[in-house]
Nanobody
């Protein structure tokens, strides 16, 4: 059973940075891990994903150049580094395990989710 726990969210000023963590248990190395976000009143949307080897990443267009996903297998953790944050980036951020054969950029392609960590960008 793979468990995921996000952390690192909080209040940040516009232009600031945050690094979110997704700590996993279980067979971490066997899965690609994705990051999604859900703003109030909106649907959950794809941010990016990292392959099980860590050698490949994909990002949604709106985050390219501003976010970086990485993973540290020694501590079973995947990270989402976000820079130049803006108020419109306020959301709950989730990590999730990619379903084998599932879409990499759609929520229904994932079958294990963390509880989320809230990011608020405000002055």
């Amino acid at each position: 059973q793979v468990q995921l726990v996000e952390s690192g969210g909080g209040l940040v000023q516009p232009g600031g940075s945050l690094r979110l963590s997704c700590a996993t248990s279980g067979q971490f190395n066997d899965y690609s891990i994705g990051w999604f976000r859900q703003a109030p009143g909106k649907e959950r949307e794809f941010v990016g994903t990292i392959s099980r080897s860590g050698g490949s990443t994909h990002y949604e267009d709106y985050v390219k150049g501003r976010c970086t996903i990485s993973r540290d297998k020694a501590v079973n953790t995947v990270y989402l580094q976000m820079n130049d944050l803006k108020p419109e980036h306020t959301a709950v951020y989730y990590c999730a395990v990619n379903r084998p054969g599932g879409s990499f950029n759609k929520p229904d392609g994932y079958h294990k989710w963390g509880q989320g960590t809230r990011v608020t960008v405000s002055s």
